[in-house]
């Protein structure tokens, strides 16, 4: 009698195999669709601002490499001879 209950589990699971992940990917979908994120907007605005001040530090340090690139420069060359 404790054989049949097995079997009938394992019958079960094979059974519900292929239509379970379909089931649950199909309720995935709908939960995905009705019910939006409410700081999805936020987050696009926060990630466009950090953008903007990503690209104004990256000027600021092309800037000051160059003014220290032009620095070393006049240092290293030598005083034209009077």
């Known amino acids: 009698m404790g054989w049949g209950i097995g079997i ?3 019958v079960v699971a094979a059974s519900l195999c292929k239509p ?6 199909a309720l995935a979908n709908r939960a995905g669709r009705n019910a939006p ?10 990630l466009a601002a950090m ?4 690209g ?10 160059r003014l220290l690139a ?9 005083f034209p001879p009077q």
Request: glycine share 2%; charged share 45%.
């Open 51 to 54: 953008q903007t001040r990503l």
């Open 20 to 25: 379970l992940p379909e089931l649950v990917r």
């Open 37 to 46: 994120d409410p700081d999805a907007a936020a987050l696009r605005q926060a």
């Open 56 to 65: 104004e530090l990256e000027e600021r340090v092309d800037f000051a490499e």
């Open 70 to 78: 032009k620095r070393r420069d006049s240092e290293r060359l030598p």
């Open 8 to 10: 009938g589990i394992i």
